[in-house]
């Protein structure tokens, strides 16, 4: 990608299609990191979602580890880990290996939410007050992937001196407190939660402290595309997106006919889920980057992660080359 441009990324959710199979987005995966690495895309990211049927994202470093068993140089990491899940010496091993077995290409970032539904989170046996300890979790697992342990007689083997770049994930001015303090890069996750964008990234910016990782500030902001050859494709997928999306999210599992949607379409539930998709580009390619270029702007990002939203495994593959082609056009 050789545009002027701030660079771009991918955060892939693995979505499961209405006719694919789990094992179809898996794969899907793997040729998606293969067409971003070939486009010059920065780096592609997986997320921790938990019981939800349309990602199959939910074992995050077990998903990175075999796109980057079948790539050979794109930035591979997590969008995140939610880290309240696990302990941070287990997160410190599983990326320890990754970042061992692909030196120099694994990156971690973390998040303080669960992924998931209540009930999600007690299978998960999840403590309801881990979250508290985020911050402290934060510095335990940095402390094992740099070799300098806090937990007396205690070391990630693997991990130890790995030094696996962290990112601190959040919608919220909490995040973008502590990805400051700690002097670590800040990714808003605009794409699904809008609300505190221009706050948080201010704040952020404000009360940065330079660390041995970074010493300025460094803002990656989310965004939704459905870009295609056409205005009108462009349409219907986004139709298409915004039906599934609110299917996942007031269905948790349940199959609506074509007319039960149609009525869930305008109800207030669903225009609350249309609001969270707020930041979406959608058109034509020159449209599209059109749009990624105001939001940058809007945003005040150093760089733009984007979601390629089509529900069909094609074409999101075809929205990855319209996208680069677009970028990188004078």
Do not use: C
Request: charged share 20%; glycine share 6%.
């Amino acid at each position: 990608m050789t545009s002027s441009e701030v660079p771009l990324s991918i955060l892939d959710l693995a979505m499961v299609g209405r006719d694919d199979t789990v094992a179809d987005a898996l794969h899907a995966t793997v040729a998606i990191a293969q067409a971003a690495e070939q486009r010059g895309y920065r780096r592609i990211w997986y997320a921790e979602h938990h019981n939800m049927s349309s990602i199959a994202s939910a074992a995050t470093a077990v998903l990175i580890a075999h796109v980057a068993a079948n790539t050979n140089r794109i930035l591979l990491g997590s969008g995140g880990i939610m880290l309240p899940n696990h302990s941070p010496l287990a997160i410190a091993e599983q990326f320890g290996t990754l970042a061992s077995l692909h030196p120099g290409r694994i990156e971690l970032g973390l998040g303080r939410a669960p992924g998931s539904d209540q009930a999600t989170a007690r299978a998960l046996r999840r403590d309801h007050m881990a979250a508290e300890s985020f911050p402290q979790d934060v510095v335990e697992l940095q402390a094992f992937l740099s070799g300098e342990s806090v937990v007396n007689g205690v070391q990630a083997i693997p991990g130890s001196g790995t030094n696996v770049p962290v990112t601190i994930l959040g919608s919220s001015l909490f995040g973008a407190q502590l990805a400051a303090h700690l002097g670590l890069p800040y990714g808003f996750a605009s794409h699904f939660a809008p609300e505190a964008l221009n706050e948080a990234v201010a704040l952020y910016r404000e009360m940065f402290k330079p660390s041995t990782q970074l010493d300025k500030p460094h803002v990656i902001a989310g965004m939704n595309v459905v870009v295609a050859e056409s205005t009108e494709a462009a349409d219907a997928m986004q139709e298409q997106v915004k039906r599934r999306r609110i299917s996942s999210f007031l269905g948790r599992g349940r199959d609506f006919t074509e007319e039960e949607l149609d009525q869930l379409v305008v109800s207030p539930q669903a225009g609350q889920i249309t609001a969270m998709m707020r930041h979406t580009a959608t058109g034509t390619p020159p449209d599209v980057r059109a749009q990624l270029r105001d939001f940058q702007s809007f945003a005040d990002a150093d760089e733009l992660i984007v979601v390629p939203n089509a529900t069909a495994i094609e074409a999101r593959l075809r929205s990855i080359h319209l996208l680069a082609d677009a970028w990188s056009a004078e």
